[in-house]
């Protein structure tokens, strides 16, 4: 991942193609390691002929780590990783004369670093701009939002995030100042992801501020009985 992020300092239509390839790659050797991780380590228990399987594709592996470690994929959107992997893969076989947005680059870098922090508890520093670094920490506190949802809500740990905040409202777990601010954020995050805008704007100190609060409030709540 680092590697991906450091060709963007040399900025060129084939080093974000080499970059996002680059950080594929890095997801999916992230994927894997994780699962054939032993039992001991990951709670998983899976057989040899699973694991094989599941290892066997991309989208294999994702559909294996959404049954077999839910916890582990809570505030991480499969979908959005899914969608990368398949720009990826445009780009390695119909590369010539396609280019990829360096903030998409930029945006699956910090996506695939919240997911190396989820299945391995451990923060990583992928490097990049400044303002890269910010939108970085937002999708960081994000993740952890989304898992404080979870850990509060009575619904499936892969219940939509929205879904469940919804619920907490109406069981008076969180208020609707908490509720709408989630919800104000959230439009931030998928824009972040989802759209072509400048992300280091979208991403601001008040946005940060109002994120970690959101979070503090989270962690204050109590599970409802």
Known sequence: MRHGVGLLANDSDANRRLALIAIDNAVELMLKTYIDLPKRITGLTLTRKQR???SSAFPSMLDGLEQHAPDRMVGIDLGEIEWFHR?????????NGLTVERQKVEI?????A????QLFDTE???GGSRG???VGEFISIWTHIERRISELSNANRLAPALFSMSQLRDQGVVDSKTSESFIALRLIRNAVVHTSD???KLVTGDTLKAAKTLLVTLEKAEKPE
């Open 87 to 95: 720009l990826r893969n445009n780009l390695y076989h119909n590369g």
């Open 114 to 117: 919240s997911m190396f922090t």
């Open 132 to 134: 890269m670094a910010r």
């Open 108 to 112: 699956y870098a910090e996506l695939a």
């Open 124 to 126: 990583i520093d992928i």
């Open 198 to 200: 400048d992300h280091s």
């Open 52 to 54: 094989a399987e599941i």
